[in-house]
């Protein structure tokens, strides 16, 4: 099993940043990639960003392209999303998920472990 813990999700003024974080434990070894989704009320969750925790691999959607970058701290077990120029419609639930076989998947149904959430909501 692998438990994930996301952190850093708050109030922002449109056109600030926020950097959100995702601790793993346990079978951390058994991780090929994470990623980061995010759900809005009355809408599906999307694929927001993921990332090899092995390699540079790095996969993100394009509305947030240029603005969001992940990043990994294997030391800490830790996966990073920094966020940028955030906009009223950036407002949701952002989880962080592992996948533990091979591919950076936009698909949440591909993924095998999430976190509980952590809200972000930008205000205009």
């Known amino acids: 099993q692998v438990q994930l813990v996301e952190s850093g999700g708050g109030l922002v003024q449109a056109g600030g940043s926020l950097r959100l974080s995702c601790a793993a434990s346990g079978r951390t070894f058994s991780i090929y990639s994470m990623g980061w989704f995010r759900q809005a009320p009355g809408k599906e969750r999307e694929f927001v960003a993921a990332?090899?925790?092995?390699?540079?691999?790095?996969l993100y959607a394009s509305f947030v392209k240029g603005r969001f970058t992940i990043s990994r701290d294997n030391a800490k077990n830790t996966v990073y999303l920094q966020m940028n120029s955030l906009k009223p419609e950036d407002t949701a639930v952002y989880y962080c998920?592992?996948?533990?076989?091979?591919?950076?998947?936009?698909?949440?149904?591909?993924?095998?472990?999430w976190g509980q959430g952590t809200q972000v909501t930008v205000s205009s």
């Open positions: 998920a592992a996948r533990v076989q091979i591919g950076l998947l936009l698909s949440p149904t591909m993924y095998d472990y």
């Open positions: 990332i090899s925790w092995t390699t540079t691999n790095t």
